[in-house]
């Protein structure tokens, strides 16, 4: 461990960490599900920064980017394009990191666009080495395919703005546990969560949900729990077909207004 950090105290150090990672959650709680915006992202991050920094002695190492480099391996990966608004030096550190970490396969930087099958296939065995994916902040959508069968990818956080998800977005990414979904969210393609088997709870209230396409959640066999917005109005063929733990034995996974009634009564 380097010197310089070896000064601060363990707990210290936890707690602060604890500020850069939950800070922009604890936000979006407080609106009532919405995300914070890019400018006040960074005012909450220059804040921790400062928080951090307090920990240890004030000298010149936390003004470098060797400290830099070793906090970012900390911070969430749904703030690293914020953290570039920071400064300049956190610009070149976080896209240095952004690179690495794409040229080891682990990371996604998307960008919005459609995947087409024969290039899906062709980087199915690239996706099965991601582990992350950072969203530009200016999408309007995440495209057909975007992560199509990345197995090993936990946590995703959709930015705001994003309308739609594409077809088979992210159909067969089977380690995935937790979704974030932007307020501005009005559809859901066509098997977008398809064969999503660890995704537990899905938290759709705070959306404008309009559409869900077919088989959206086709097989996300340990889904226990659904919260949808009144806003939603469409539902494709089969769309919560093989997902047993949703709804009692009584109500046919095959019936999308008995199902979708039963989650909404679960809400009331």
Known sequence: MNKHIARGTNEEL????????????????????TKAPAKESVTMLKVAQLELSSAFPKDDFLQTNEWRRLL????????????????????????????GMIESGGMIVY?????????ALASEERHKLVLQVVFLLNITKVGNKACFRAVNLVVVDIPEG??????????????????YFPTTLRFIGVGAFQVCSSLDNVDLLQTNLQEIGGWAFWGCSELKS???????????????????????????????????????????
């Open 72 to 99: 970012i391996e900390f911070i969430p990966t749904s703030t690293l394009m914020t953290m570039r608004l920071l400064c300049k030096d956190w610009w070149r550190v976080a896209d240095n990191f952004i690179d």
């Open 226 to 268: 659904m919260v949808v917005p009144d806003s939603l109005q469409t539902l494709g063929n089969y769309v919560f077909v093989s997902c047993p733990k949703l709804v009692s034995s009584d109500i046919s996974l095959r019936d999308n207004n008995a199902v979708v009634a039963h989650l909404r009564s679960q809400k009331s």
């Open 111 to 119: 960008g919005g666009k459609d995947i087409w099958w024969k290039e």
């Open 14 to 33: 936890s707690i602060n960490l604890l500020k850069i990672d939950t800070g922009i959650e604890d936000d979006r709680e407080k609106q009532e599900g």
């Open 162 to 179: 994003a309308e739609s998800i594409g077809a088979r977005a992210f159909s067969g990414c089977s380690s995935l546990t937790t979704v």
